[in-house]
C-alpha cells in the first residue's frame, strides 16, 4: 500500500467522512544519473552567481518574476506566503455533476481516496458516498490544498473505491478554436471509408494489451550492458509520407484490416426480448 500523502476529511453537507490520500499509479520508468563521461563520476549541480560568478549558498537565493519588458521583479518569501492558500484539512463538495460531463483534458493526476482508520462511523459514511455516488452516475467536486496550492479536484468512483483527481482549472487549457484544421469536406465515400475501418478494429477497452515498449527496450539495454554485451543500434526509420491518393490509401488500409487484424474481442450484442405469448 503506498504512504499517506495527505489525511483530513471529506465533507458533504454535515457529513464528514476521514479519508487519506494515497498515489493512484505508481512511476516505472527507468532513471540515469548524469555522470562525467570521461570518468563516470556523477555530476553535482550548482548555483552560480552570472554577474559575480560565485556559488550562491541556498539562504541567499531569491525568487524573481521577469516582466514584459525584460525587467526582472524580485519577490521575498514573505511576500510569497501571503498568496499561499488557507491551509486546511477539509475537503468541500461544492457540486455534484454527472461524470461524463468532465472532458478529460481537465483531470491531472489520479490519487486514491480511502477510509482514515477503521471505525464503523467513519466506514459507514465512507460506504454511503460510494453507494450514492455509483448509483446516481455522478462525480463530486471540491477544492483540496497541497504543498501549499489549491486544487480543483474531481471525486470518483473506480472499483468501488473513491478517487480524488487534480483538475486543471478552465484557463489553462487552450481553446481548440484556435487549432489549424484546414482542407476540404471529405467526401461521403471516403467518411464510410474511414468508418468500415474504425469498426473492423473495434473492440473491448483491455488496459492489459498495452504495455510501454520503450521502458521495455531501454530495460533490455540496461541488461545487456550489464552483461558486457554489444548494443546494437538500429537505422533510424523513415518518416512516412501523407498519402498521395487518400481513397485508394483508405482502400488498402481497409482489405489489410479485414484481411489479417489482430483478433479482437467483440462487444456482446443485447439479447432481443422474447415475444408475449398469446393470451
Known sequence: ?????????????LVNVPVE???????????????HEKDGTRLVRRRYCS?????????????????DDGRMLTIT??????????????IDIEAFVERGEIDPIYFDRPYALVPAGEEDGT???????VEVMTEAGRAALGRIVMHNKEHLAAILVRDDVLCLTTMRFHDEVRSSADVPTGGAEPSERA?????????????????????DGYRERLTKVVMRKRK???????EPEPEPSPAPDLMAALQRTLEKTRAGGAPKRKRPTEAKPKPKAKA
Open 228 to 234: 558486457g554485451l554489444k548494443i546494437e543500434v538500429p
Open 123 to 129: 466506514l459507514r459514511a465512507y460506504r454511503l458516498l
Open 51 to 67: 554577474c559575480e560568478d560565485v556559488e550562491v549558498p541556498w539562504e541567499e537565493i531569491g525568487h524573481g518574476y521577469e516582466l
Open 77 to 90: 518569501d514573505e511576500e510569497l506566503a501571503s498568496a499561499r492558500p488557507k491551509k486546511t484539512r477539509t
Open 191 to 211: 467518411v464510410a471509408d474511414a468508418v468500415s475501418i474504425i469498426d473492423e478494429l473495434t473492440t473491448d477497452w483491455d488496459p492489459t494489451a498495452y504495455v
Open 1 to 13: 500500500m503506498p504512504r499517506t500523502m495527505w489525511s483530513g476529511s471529506l465533507s458533504f453537507g
Open 21 to 35: 490520500l494515497r498515489a493512484a499509479t505508481q512511476d516505472l520508468d527507468l532513471h540515469f544519473h548524469e555522470l
